[in-house]
């Protein structure tokens, strides 16, 4: 099993809509979680940071659920610049190593 | 904002050639790291550095690859012997400013483009 999974997609969605990406992880010493936005041929961009609380940044909101060791990203009234892929990142508190989840493809389309 | 630097943005390389990709961390950073990532694929771990010296590596990371930290700004990964599958965009990352806690995000170079021909 992964240390990070994630649903590859790619998610086709309408504009305006709402969308849901969940990772989960598999090491429950993980101690900080981020979503990274990630463009065509890009660098990965931290989108944000999660927090034990949730937390959320305009149309974006942020979910941890250490009991079923997942996070969760959701999206509000998506817009044409969502369409990017999401990774997933954890940090393995062990050895301070940030761990990778292979992405989730979003397509928002008019 | 301090950035990560990397040169070249793009290097085309000959197979079996040596190449040496640049970085420049954000300068009060501890933790180093170098990713890459094929056309299409995922990003995938190479090499953490931390204290001048390999924290872990990767598979991927194999006696063709080395990296140093020569002169306590530049971060270099060098890639021996160049095979064609060496192609790819090949990232530069740091975190964790001094004095911080390590659960910090990292923040990334805009990435090399190395094509092996």
């Known amino acids: 099993r992964k240390e990070v999974e994630q649903d590859p997609g790619p998610f086709n969605v309408p504009e305006g809509a709402t969308v849901a990406f969940n990772c989960t992880y598999s090491n429950s010493a993980s101690q900080s979680f981020f979503w990274y936005r990630q463009d065509c041929r890009k660098e990965p961009k931290l989108l944000m940071s999660v927090y034990s609380s949730g937390n959320e940044d305009g149309r974006f909101t942020a979910q941890l659920n250490r009991a079923s060791q997942y996070i969760s990203l959701l999206i509000r009234d998506s817009k044409l610049s969502d369409s990017a892929t999401y990774l997933c990142v954890v940090n393995r508190h062990s050895n301070y190593q940030l761990i990778w989840g292979a992405g989730t493809k979003l397509i928002i389309k008019p | 904002e301090p950035e990560v630097t990397q040169t070249p943005s793009h290097q085309v390389t000959q197979m079996g050639q040596e190449v040496i990709l640049r970085c420049v961390p954000i300068s009060n950073h501890l933790y180093f790291y170098w990713y890459r990532q094929i056309l299409g694929q995922k990003v995938e771990f190479l090499v953490s550095?931390?204290?001048?010296?390999?924290?872990?590596k990767s598979e991927i990371f194999d006696d063709q690859f080395s990296v140093e930290r020569p002169d306590g700004s530049n971060f270099t990964l060098k890639i021996r012997s160049t095979k064609l599958e060496d192609s790819a965009m090949y990232f530069c990352a740091s975190r964790v400013p001094a004095g911080q806690g390590t659960n910090t995000e990292a923040f990334f170079g805009q990435g090399t483009r190395l094509t092996v021909v």
């Open positions: 550095f931390y204290n001048n010296e390999i924290s872990e």
